[in-house]
C-alpha cells in the first residue's frame, strides 16, 4: 500500500477539476442530445434495451474515444498542463499515474455512463419487445444488459482515456501533444479493423482468425464484447469475436498504457525521444529525394 501512497488525493484533485469545467458538463449533455436523435431515427428505444444497444454501438465507437481524448491529451503536457503542481506532491511515478487516471476515469465514467443511464431509463419508461426478434424472446430483453453494455462502454473508454494519457507523456507541447492524441483518435476508431482488412486481404489473417486479430483492436474488442454478451444473449447469436481476447486486449491496453505512465521519468522520456529523434532521421535519409 505505501508504494500507492498519495493516489486518494491526486484522484480528488483531478475529479474536482472535471467537476469545476463547464465544458465537461455541456459535454455529457451533448452526448444525451446525439443518443436521443439516434434513437428517435432508428427507433431502438421503442424496441427495448438491446435494440437501443445495437442503435448506440456504432455512435459510441467513435463518441467514447473523443471524450477519452477531451480528457487525457493533456493529462501530463501541454502548454496548460498540471504536471508542475502534480510534482509536487510526494509520491512516485507509479502513484502519480494511477492517480491522475483515477481521477479522469471516473470524470469519463460520469460524463459517458450519465446519459447512458437517462436513456435506460426512458426505456423502461416506453420501451418494450416490439421488434419481431425479441417478441419471441419475452424476459431476454433485461434491464441487466442494459447495465452491461453500459460497463463495457466504460471499460472501452479506460483503455482510450490510458492510451491518450500514455501518448501525452512522450510530448512536450500543446501542438505535439494535440497531434498524439489525433494519432491515438484514428488508431483506435479505424487502425484495428484497417489493419485486419489488410491482413486478411492480403492472405496474412486466414478467415477462421479474424475474430481474434479484431480482438487485439480496443474498439473491435468493444463492439464484439458487446454483440457477444448483450446482443448475443437475447437472440443466441454469438461467435462474433474470440471474447478471452477481447477481455484481454481491452485489459492489456490499459494496462500498458498505465505502466508507460508510470515507468516514465523524465530521464526515460529523453531517451526514448532521443531514438524516435534518431530513427526518424535514419528513415528520412532513405528516402529518395
Given at each position: 500500500m505505501s508504494r500507492l501512497r498519495g493516489v486518494g488525493p491526486i484522484a480528488w484533485r483531478e475529479i474536482s477539476t472535471v467537476v469545476r469545467t463547464r465544458g465537461y458538463l455541456l459535454l455529457s449533455f451533448g452526448l444525451l442530445v446525439v443518443f436521443l436523435g439516434v434513437l428517435r431515427g432508428g427507433g431502438g428505444i421503442r424496441g427495448g434495451y438491446v435494440p437501443t444497444a445495437v442503435d448506440l454501438l456504432l455512435p459510441l465507437e467513435l463518441l467514447v474515444p473523443l471524450v477519452a481524448v477531451a480528457l487525457g491529451y493533456r493529462?501530463?503536457?501541454?502548454?496548460?498542463?498540471?504536471?508542475?503542481?502534480?510534482?509536487?506532491?510526494?509520491?512516485?511515478?507509479?502513484?502519480?499515474?494511477?492517480?491522475v487516471f483515477a481521477g479522469r476515469f471516473v470524470g469519463l465514467a460520469a460524463i459517458v455512463g450519465t446519459p447512458l443511464a437517462v436513456v435506460g431509463l426512458a426505456v423502461s419508461r416506453i420501451g418494450g419487445p416490439s421488434s419481431s426478434v425479441f417478441a419471441t424472446h419475452q424476459g431476454v430483453d433485461s434491464p441487466v444488459l442494459f447495465v452491461r453494455f453500459i460497463a463495457l462502454t466504460i471499460c472501452f473508454g479506460a483503455a482510450v482515456l490510458a492510451m491518450t494519457m500514455a501518448a501525452s507523456v512522450l510530448v512536450r507541447t500543446g501542438r505535439a501533444?494535440?497531434?498524439?492524441?489525433?494519432?491515438?483518435?484514428?488508431?483506435?476508431?479505424?487502425?484495428g479493423d484497417l489493419l485486419a482488412l489488410i491482413g486478411l486481404t492480403a492472405g496474412v489473417i486466414e478467415d477462421d482468425l479474424l475474430g481474434t486479430a479484431l480482438a487485439v483492436s480496443p474498439n473491435a474488442a468493444y463492439r464484439g464484447l458487446v454483440l457477444e454478451s448483450v446482443v448475443g444473449v437475447a437472440t443466441?447469436?454469438?461467435?462474433?469475436?474470440?471474447?478471452?481476447v477481447a477481455v484481454a486486449g481491452l485489459a492489456g491496453w490499459t494496462a500498458v498504457s498505465l505502466a508507460v505512465i508510470a515507468g516514465l521519468g523524465r530521464r526515460t522520456v529523453s531517451k526514448i525521444r532521443s531514438r524516435f529523434r534518431i530513427g526518424f532521421e535514419r528513415l528520412k535519409d532513405t528516402v529518395p529525394r
Open positions: 493529462a501530463f503536457s501541454g502548454d496548460n498542463d498540471d504536471r508542475s503542481v502534480l510534482r509536487t506532491y510526494p509520491v512516485s511515478d507509479r502513484s502519480l499515474a494511477v492517480g501533444t494535440l497531434a498524439a492524441a489525433l494519432a491515438v483518435l484514428v488508431v483506435v476508431v479505424a487502425g443466441d447469436q454469438g461467435g462474433t469475436i474470440d471474447v478471452p
